[in-house]
């Protein structure tokens, strides 16, 4: 069946009536998917050792701009409302500020610009981050492992990473991308003693530093339920040094939440291991060349860019969509007995 503009929908997903503005892209467990991560590239000019091998790099081709485009202006006449651009490195790709451009130039459902982000490791931002932000560019998180020079060189494999990183920070607060959000990934016996430094950071740097729980989504399978810092151990050793409360958060966000009671500073925990947001998740991902993957675990993708190959047609795009969205997966299964990892890792998905 074609679906060549939204009043079609209507007949198609009883969730849908164009008049009322609800919903479109509800999966069947009532979640409802508003957020696109698009990755543009799985090439980095990072090694993270939690992350990669550092043998293996690029493994799948990427696509031009305008496939890219497309998909999103698709996603977004569905109900997307915010895209975030990740990788791989998404700063490699040399036609990232005139994608920006593009993406942000889109208008939701409602009407309303889409909100569009971006997550870096930072390495090329000093030059970038004002130049995106004059394309559109809303909000930036940048990935960090450590706050010491010699120690982020070592995780990243790339020397001289952590002063390049820094100043990429220093330059998207200048360019106003703010609340600028620093991840950090914590590993025990590797970098869990960094928590209190990230509080004192986010405190001097006024960054909003979020520590993310370990998942299986490594190119060398090192990782173990004991590898894991969870979330009470995280908040542990905060509180054991500044008095923090809990601040209000939206239930879609996949961050608790934490200020300071002097007032100086955040600190958000994202706990995919310990305490699963599944139930609430929003996001839907596609990747560096075209396959849409309803969960970052997923074991099977959707491939659009074939879809597109083979002559689609907008309608015939956003019809499939809706029926990929419906397949989307009720809850990663990490740490069960019997755990089948997702079919990528990390790099090759975008985080
Ligand atoms: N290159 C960009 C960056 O560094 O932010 C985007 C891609 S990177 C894969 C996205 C994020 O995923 C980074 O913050 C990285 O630390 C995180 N990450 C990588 N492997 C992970 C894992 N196994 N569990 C949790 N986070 C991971």
Not at 29 to 39: A, K, N, P, Q, V
Not at 141 to 151: G, L, Y
Request: proline letters at 5%.
């Amino acid at each position: 069946m074609r679906l060549e503009d939204q009043s079609e929908v209507s007949t198609l997903s009883p969730s849908f009536s164009a008049q009322d503005g609800r919903a479109l892209l509800v999966d069947k467990f009532g979640r409802e998917i508003t957020d696109l991560r698009l990755s543009i590239t799985d090439r980095c000019n990072y090694k993270c050792v939690y992350c990669r091998t550092g043998k293996v790099g690029a493994q799948y081709p990427e696509l031009p701009l305008a496939d890219y485009v497309r998909m999103a202006r698709l996603f977004v006449r569905l109900g997307i409302r915010k895209i975030r651009l990740t990788g791989g490195e998404p700063l490699l790709r040399h036609d990232v500020v005139e994608l920006v451009g593009e993406l942000a130039r889109l208008r939701s459902r409602d009407g309303q610009s889409v909100e569009v982000a971006l997550t870096t490791n930072g390495h090329l931002l000093a030059e970038l981050a004002q130049p995106l932000k004059d394309a559109g560019l809303r909000r930036v998180t940048v990935s960090m492992d450590a706050v010491e020079a010699e120690r982020f060189a070592r995780i990243t494999r790339v020397p001289r990473s952590y002063e390049a990183v820094l100043a990429g920070v220093r330059a998207a607060r200048e360019a106003g991308l703010k609340p600028l959000k620093v991840n950090c990934v914590l590993l025990r016996g590797f970098n869990e003693d960094q928590i209190v430094p990230f509080a004192e950071f986010a405190r001097q740097a006024d960054v909003v530093v979020r520590f993310i729980e370990f998942m299986p989504l490594e190119e060398e399978r090192v990782w173990s339920p004991q590898i894991v810092v969870t979330m009470d151990e995280v908040l542990e050793r905060l509180r054991s040094r500044y008095p923090l409360h809990e601040i209000r958060r939206d239930p879609s966000e996949t961050a608790r939440r934490y200020r300071f009671d002097d007032g100086l500073g955040e600190i958000g925990i994202i706990a995919p291991v310990s305490h699963p947001f599944c139930g609430h998740c929003s996001r839907v991902r596609i990747t560096s060349d075209g396959k849409v993957r309803t969960c970052l675990f997923s074991v099977f993708e959707h491939d659009l860019a074939d879809l597109m190959r083979k002559g689609a047609t907008d309608g015939e795009v956003m019809e499939w969509i809706l029926q990929v969205v419906l397949t989307k997966e009720e809850r990663h299964h990490i740490g069960e007995p019997g755990f089948v990892p997702a079919s990528r890792t990390m790099v090759h998905i975008g985080g």
